[in-house]
């Protein structure tokens, strides 16, 4: 399907002028799947309270393209308290792998945010993208390296990690348990007290709205496995496709 110009080019005003914190606790699960020609206006959210701290909220709102069958992209936009835009990012996902043609699909995530502030650089994450299915059951895990480029010259590579297991009771309906989490860089882990680990119930699902268009949702309330995390996240994804 090609795109339609008038909601893209809405879309693209709305990176501009919507306006919220940082993406840390938006945080979401990569799928390796590409839907070509397809069009997605995204929006990611969450809040989380880290310990001893006042409880922090975010969103990504995004816009992206499968320009190829194999190629998807997407550029969000981040901002930090106050509406002022903090970083702006190039998401892309490659299809490695026809669904269901091996017992994993694969598929992979380069992602590149540039900093907005003075003193913030830029990072480039990338890794692959897995995906399994037992029956109705999806599992997802994502491992995922994450280098910082800091303007102070200081730079280092992180290990950050997604996954999820989800129960497909229906299109409309999914559950299931999902995970995000850091442990610092990638030949160097941190202690395990001081790694970032969260784990908790999630549902999703997709309602099709016709002519090729639906609206896809997840939500999830992730807990905090060890003091260095934030004590709960609540977080989720909005994802209108046409």
């Given at each position: ?61 995004s816009v992206g393209y ?5 190629w998807f992209t997407e ?77 102070d010259g200081e730079e ?87």
């Open positions: 399907m090609k795109p339609n110009l008038t909601a893209v080019t809405g879309a693209a005003l709305a990176l501009t002028c919507l306006s919220t914190a940082h993406a840390g606790p938006a945080a979401y699960v990569h799928t390796p799947a590409v839907e070509y020609g397809e069009t997605e206006l995204e929006l990611h959210g969450g809040t989380r309270r880290e310990p001893g701290e006042a409880r922090e909220s975010a969103a990504v709102i499968g320009v190829t069958p194999y550029i969000e936009k981040k901002s930090g308290e106050g509406a002022e835009v903090e970083a702006l990012e190039w998401e892309n996902i490659l299809q490695l792998t026809e669904p269901g043609q091996y017992a994993v699909d694969l598929g992979m995530l380069v992602e590149v945010e540039a900093s907005l502030e003075s003193d913030g650089g830029w990072e480039l994450k990338l890794g692959p993208l897995l995906q399994t299915e037992f029956g109705k059951t999806q599992v997802n895990f994502n491992p995922l390296l994450e280098r910082k480029f800091d303007t280092k590579t992180e290990l950050v990690y997604e996954w999820q297991v989800l129960y497909r009771l229906q299109q409309s309906l999914e559950f299931g348990l999902q995970g995000l989490g850091e442990v610092g860089e990638w030949n160097d882990w941190e202690d395990s007290s001081d790694q970032n680990h969260k784990a908790g119930p999630v549902i999703a699902g997709k309602l099709p709205l016709g002519n090729h268009d639906a609206i896809k949702y997840d939500a999830a309330l992730l807990f905090g496995l060890n003091s260095a995390t934030a004590d709960n996240t609540v977080r989720f994804s909005l994802e209108y496709e046409f």
